[in-house]
Structures are given as structure tokens and as C-alpha cells.
């Protein structure tokens, strides 16, 4: 479900793969081959999201963008995307 909030709607990548059943709020961008799964929720409540390339956001994530304590992730040294694996049910 992407939904839009404070005037700002979900940008996904088109090879990205989101779960039926996830929920995208918000300012919330989804790079490239990335995985959104199952139950997971993420909502950009004051402050973006940014999941970056080839990451892997795993069954009922809960991740929640703040306006001081935004979430995203920089691409290592020498790299040109982001590797990421959450577990299931994290809060972040």
C-alpha cells in the first residue's frame, strides 16, 4: 500500500520488489532491486526514508523517518550501491 502523506508520495524503483502487504508512507524512496517484505512498514512521519540498492528490508520491519533522525544509508567506499539486510520485526 504507498500512501501519501504531508503532500509527499513513495518513489520506487521499478526493478524493486514490494510485498502486497507492505506499507510505504510518505517522502520514502526505494532504489534498485531492493526487497520490501511481507508486513513491513515504512513511514516517513517528519523526515525521509531512503532505502538504497540491492537492500533487503525483511517481514514486519518497522522503520520511521524523523525529522532529526532521518533514515538512509550512504553507499560503502568504492561502491556504487548499498547492501543491506534487516531482520524480521525490527524496529528501527
Keep these: 500500500m504507498l500512501l501519501e502523506h504531508n503532500g509527499a508520495t513513495p518513489k520506487i524503483d521499478p526493478t524493486a520488489r514490494i510485498a502486497p502487504n507492505a506499507v510505504l ?16 512498514v515504512l513511514t516517513a512521519e517528519t523526515g525521509p526514508i531512503t532505502v ?3 537492500c ?3 517481514d514486519t520491519a518497522t522503520i ?4 532529526h533522525n532521518c533514515v538512509y544509508r550512504k553507499p560503502k567506499r568504492g561502491r556504487s550501491d548499498d ?4 531482520v524480521s520485526g525490527v524496529n528501527l
Design 64 to 67: 520511521r523517518g524523523l525529522k
Design 83 to 86: 547492501e543491506v539486510r534487516r
Design 25 to 40: 508512507c510518505g517522502e520514502v524512496t526505494i532504489g534498485a532491486n531492493s526487497s520490501i517484505g511481507f508486513g513491513a
Design 52 to 54: 538504497g540498492s540491492n
Design 56 to 58: 533487503v528490508i525483511m
